[in-house]
């Protein structure tokens, strides 16, 4: 299985920047897609970026030209860097991981996971 821990949320004034990271750990995981939801209180949850294995990348069209998404491999890693942030960004931002999951001989899976959350706020 795989467990993923999430830093790097916090309290920022409109127009600065954070920088969030999502380390995944566990035992006998292969990730594929990795990527960053958000969610504020009484709405659906909503993708923000994804990064593919082959380090494709898609944007939510409000995101565009301001955050990255990225991912370090070697660490398991994926990070968002968020830039020239708004009020509108304040939310809980979750990271998910798509992964192919080695529950047995000859039983791989691929399973989705969430991190914990952390929070976003945008204000002055």
């Known amino acids: 299985q795989v467990q993923l821990v999430e830093s790097g949320g916090g309290l920022v004034q409109p127009g600065g920047s954070l920088r969030l990271s999502c380390a995944a750990s566990?035992?006998?995981?292969?990730?594929?897609?990795m990527a960053w939801y958000r969610q504020v209180q009484g709405n659906q949850r909503e993708l923000v970026a994804q990064?593919?294995?082959?380090?494709?990348?898609k944007y939510a069209d409000s995101v565009k030209g301001r955050f990255t998404i990225s991912r370090d491999n070697a660490k398991n890693t994926v990070y968002l860097q968020m830039n020239n942030l708004k009020p509108e960004d304040t939310a809980d931002y979750y990271c998910?991981?798509?992964?192919?999951?080695?529950?047995?001989?000859?039983?791989?899976?691929?399973?989705?996971?969430w991190g914990q959350g952390t929070q976003v706020t945008v204000s002055s």
């Open positions: 998910n991981v798509q992964a192919d999951t080695v529950l047995g001989a000859h039983d791989i899976r691929p399973l989705e996971y």
């Open positions: 566990g035992s006998r995981f292969f990730i594929n897609a």
């Open positions: 990064i593919t294995g082959g380090a494709n990348t």
